[in-house]
C-alpha cells in the first residue's frame, strides 16, 4: 500500500470551459500486473444526497492472473481503499450500484452476477448464468430486477428477491457489449458485436422490458460496434460509444432516430472498451480514450470543451461526480486511477 496516494490538484475554471492542473499524484491499484481497471463509478446513497457529502466510488478488476476483486474507494476525501470483495473466481467485468448506494452488484467471467451488501459485506444473492458475463443493469422502476449479458445470445432479467430468471431476450448474436435501460424502465438498448457487411442491423436492439420482443434492430446503420452506452440525465436521449472513434446521439422515444448532425469525435476508441458519460446536469459528455487522454465535449453543439493528458495507457472510463462538479475519476488500463480537480 506505500505506492498507493492521491493528491488532488486545485481546480480552476473560465465559463464552461474545463481546465485542469497538473496532477502530482495518482491512486494507484496495488495490484500485481495485468490487472484492468474495468468499471468507475461513483455512489450517491440517500443520506450523502442530504448532507451533500463527498461521495464513494467502486471500482470492478478484470484480472489474467486470478486477482478477482472489486474495490470500493474513498474518491473523494482520503482516496483510501474502504473494501475489497473477492467473492468471485473469475475475472469481475462489470460493477453497478443499486439505487439506495448500500448494494453493489457485480458480473464475473466465472459465469456469475451476484449482489453484496456494502456495509455488511455479506453476499446477498449470487446466481448463475451459462455465459461470462460482461455488463449488467439494474431496472430504474424496480431495483430488485437486473440484467446479465455477455458471452451469449440472451441476454437474463434476474430477481434478486427469488433469484430466478424472469424473462429472457434473445437475438442472433454472439455476445452483449453493453445494456442500457431508457427513461422508465420501460424499454432498454443492447449493444452487440453484430455487423453485417451493408449495416450494422443488430448492433443496437431496443428491447421492450415486459413482453421481450424487439422493438426496433434499425438503429445504428454502420459498420462500427459500439462498447459502451450512456443515457442524458435530462434529455430524452442517448449516446453509443463506437469504434468508428466517435460518440453517437440518438433519441431515448421511438424510432429512435441518430442525429446525424452531432457527432462528438477526436478521441480514440481503436477496440479498447472505452466508457463515456454525462455530468449531473447533462451539459458535458466524458469519454475516454485509447491514447490515455479524457476528452470532454459540450453536449449541445459537440464542440470540444478540453483535452486533458490523464494516463499514459488506454484511458478506459471516466466518471463525473454526481455532486462536486469539478471532480472527475478515471482510470486507465494498466490499473491506475486518478482523481482530477
Not at 178 to 184: E, K, M, R, V
Request: hydrophobic letters at 35%; proline letters at 4%.
Amino acid at each position: 500500500m506505500n505506492d498507493t496516494f492521491l493528491v488532488f490538484p486545485k481546480p480552476y475554471r473560465k465559463g464552461r470551459v474545463l481546465k485542469f492542473r497538473a496532477s502530482f499524484g495518482a491512486l494507484k491499484v496495488p495490484t500485481p500486473p495485468y490487472v484492468h481497471v474495468t468499471a468507475l463509478v461513483y455512489r450517491q446513497t440517500k443520506t450523502e444526497d442530504t448532507k451533500g457529502l463527498p461521495l464513494k466510488m467502486t471500482v470492478g478488476c478484470n484480472c489474467v492472473n486470478r486477482l478477482t476483486q472489486c474495490t470500493i474507494w474513498d474518491g473523494a476525501e482520503s482516496g483510501q481503499c474502504l473494501q475489497v470483495y473477492s467473492s468471485h473466481s473469475g475475472a469481475v467485468r462489470d460493477a453497478c450500484w443499486s439505487p439506495c448506494g448500500r448494494r453493489l452488484l457485480t458480473g464475473s467471467f466465472d459465469n456469475t452476477a451476484m449482489v453484496t451488501d456494502v456495509e455488511t459485506g455479506q453476499q446477498i444473492v449470487k446466481v448463475g448464468n451459462q455465459f461470462k458475463v460482461m455488463c449488467l443493469a439494474v431496472q430504474p422502476d424496480n431495483p430488485e430486477v437486473f440484467l446479465c449479458g455477455g458471452y451469449s445470445a440472451e441476454v437474463k432479467a434476474w430477481d434478486a428477491r427469488t433469484c430466478k430468471v424472469e424473462r429472457v431476450y434473445r437475438a442472433r448474436i454472439q455476445q452483449t457489449l453493453a445494456i442500457l435501460f431508457l427513461t422508465g424502465g420501460r424499454e432498454f438498448v443492447t449493444s452487440s458485436d453484430s455487423v453485417s457487411r451493408d449495416s450494422a442491423e443488430r448492433t443496437l436492439i431496443a428491447w421492450d422490458f415486459q413482453t421481450t420482443a424487439k422493438v426496433s434492430n434499425q438503429i445504428y446503420h454502420e459498420r462500427y460496434t459500439c462498447p459502451s452506452l450512456a443515457l442524458h440525465p435530462q434529455q430524452d436521449s442517448f449516446v453509443a460509444q463506437s469504434n468508428g472513434n466517435y460518440m453517437a446521439l440518438f433519441s431515448a422515444q421511438r424510432p429512435y432516430r441518430m442525429n446525424k448532425r452531432r457527432r462528438y469525435e477526436g478521441h480514440k476508441v481503436e477496440g479498447y472498451a472505452v466508457r463515456c458519460g454525462f455530468s449531473p446536469d447533462g451539459s458535458i459528455l466524458a469519454t475516454g480514450s485509447s491514447t490515455g487522454s479524457v476528452h470532454f465535449y459540450d453536449q449541445q453543439s459537440a464542440r470540444t470543451l478540453h483535452t486533458l493528458l490523464a494516463h499514459q495507457q488506454a484511458c478506459m472510463c471516466v466518471s463525473l461526480h454526481p455532486v462536486l462538479p469539478a471532480v472527475v475519476a478515471t482510470c486507465d488500463w494498466g490499473g491506475e486511477l486518478r482523481i482530477w480537480q
